[in-house]
C-alpha cells in the first residue's frame, strides 16, 4: 500500500490550500482516512479522519475552516483549507488505518506566512 499526497505550498494567512492524497495498492473497502500534521518542535497531532462510510471527526482547531472529504472509487482523500492561520504551517500526512494497520504518506510541507 502506498499513499501519495499533494497540494502543499506557501499561502498568506487568511487564505486556502487543497491537500489529496491517493491510495495505491490492495485497499479493502472498510478503512479509515484522514490527515495528521507536525509542526516543528511539536508531535504529529490529528487534524481530521472519514471513515469509508463517512464518519468524520475533526479537532477543534480546524473545525469551522477545514473540510475533509473521500472518493471511495479513486481511494482518495482531500482536505479542503480555508481562513489559514500561520499556527497551521506544518508538515500534513495522510494516513490510511486499514485492519488494525496504519499506513502513511509522504508529508506535504504547508506554510501560512505572509
Known amino acids: 500500500v502506498q499513499l501519495q499526497a499533494s497540494g502543499g505550498g506557501l499561502v498568506q494567512p487568511g487564505g486556502s490550500l487543497r491537500l489529496s492524497c491517493a491510495a495505491s495498492?490492495?485497499?479493502?473497502?472498510?478503512?479509515?482516512m484522514g490527515w495528521y500534521r507536525q509542526a516543528p518542535g511539536k508531535q504529529r497531532e490529528l487534524v481530521a479522519t472519514?471513515?469509508?462510510?463517512?464518519?468524520?471527526n475533526y479537532a477543534d482547531s480546524v473545525k469551522g475552516r477545514f473540510t475533509i472529504s473521500r472518493d471511495n472509487a479513486k481511494n482518495t482523500v482531500y482536505l479542503q483549507m480555508n481562513s489559514l492561520k500561520p499556527e497551521d504551517t506544518a508538515v500534513y500526512y495522510c494516513?490510511?488505518?486499514?485492519?488494525?494497520?496504519?499506513?502513511w504518506g509522504q508529508g506535504t510541507q504547508v506554510t501560512v506566512s505572509s
Open positions: 472519514i471513515t469509508s462510510t463517512g464518519v468524520i
Open positions: 494516513n490510511l488505518m486499514m485492519r488494525g494497520y496504519a499506513y
Open positions: 495498492g490492495s485497499i479493502f473497502s472498510m478503512n479509515n
